[in-house]
Antibody, heavy 122, light 110 residues
Framework: QVQLRESGPGLVKPSETLSLTCIVS?????????WGWIRQPPGKGLEWIGS???????YYNPSLKSRVTSSLDTSKNQVSLKVYSVTAADTALYYC???????????????WGRGTLVTVSS | QSVLTQPPSVSAAPGQKVTISCSGS????????VSWYQHLPGTAPKLLIY???ERPSGIPDRFSGSKSGTSATLGITGLQTGDEADYYC???????????FGGGTKLTVL
């Protein structure tokens, strides 16, 4: 069955770059509808970071657009996210998610990973 | 502050029914489809409802979704202790050009 597993550094220093990887099993990232990143700060709700299509096209949350980049590595079947110039406000549980099934043009994610906790601290 | 407003918590007894509301505006819920997710801490969030009222394969019909105007509702009947979780609504916001989620509702099955 299709599985998503997030991988990250755990701890990042302020002003540095956070790099996350979503390892996808049993499904090609060249397929599917889109791949996305969502985060959840401690004690808060979910925040959509952005999505990337198999074509490489990307959409980002306007509030984060200037500091994030997502990409696909088809050779490793992985989806990546970089968050630049991090601050304590970027401390969160980061989820990789996807919409595998096409159909209506609505926005949702039908499969999620378990998330990886990233703490920004010196 | 989330763009979509959900009650922080709801509770009901086993076997009973509960509804969770999600309030938005014309730029999000009013003109876009709504989805609902179940999240038990430490696990992957699970899609319960998409396109306002559609259930993915494997989701029991105890879970239902509806939308009216700028609000959406998740209904859960025949409550079980295993339903205790956080529930989130989500949709696209055409004005923000961004996906948005509610702040989440914690369901307690008493």
């Amino acid at each position: 069955q299709v599985q998503l597993r997030e991988s990250g550094p755990g701890l990042v220093k302020p002003s540095e770059t956070l790099s996350l990887t979503c390892i996808v099993s049993a499904y090609s990232i060249s397929s599917g509808y889109y791949w996305g990143w969502i985060r959840q700060p401690p004690g808060k709700g979910l925040e959509w970071i952005g999505s990337i299509y198999p074509s490489g096209g990307t959409y980002y949350n306007p509030s984060l657009k200037s500091r994030v980049t997502s990409s696909l590595d088809t050779s490793k079947n992985q989806v990546s996210l970089k968050v630049y110039s991090v601050t304590a406000a970027d401390t969160a549980l980061y989820y990789c998610a996807t919409r595998l099934v096409a159909g209506s043009g609505s926005w949702y994610f039908d499969l999620w990973g378990r998330g990886t906790l990233v703490t920004v601290s010196s | 502050q989330s763009v979509l407003t959900q009650p922080p918590s709801v509770s009901a007894a086993p076997g009973q029914k509960v509804t969770i509301s999600c309030s938005g505006s014309s730029s999000n819920i009013g003109n876009n489809y709504v989805s609902w997710y179940q999240h038990l801490p430490g696990t992957a969030p699970k899609l319960l409802i998409y396109d306002n009222n559609e259930r993915p394969s494997g989701i029991p019909d105890r879970f239902s979704g509806s939308k009216s105007g700028t609000s959406a509702t998740l209904g859960i009947t025949g409550l079980q202790t295993g339903d205790e979780a956080d529930y989130y609504c989500g949709t696209w916001d055409s004005s923000l050009s961004s996906g948005v989620f509610g702040g989440g509702t914690k369901l307690t099955v008493l």
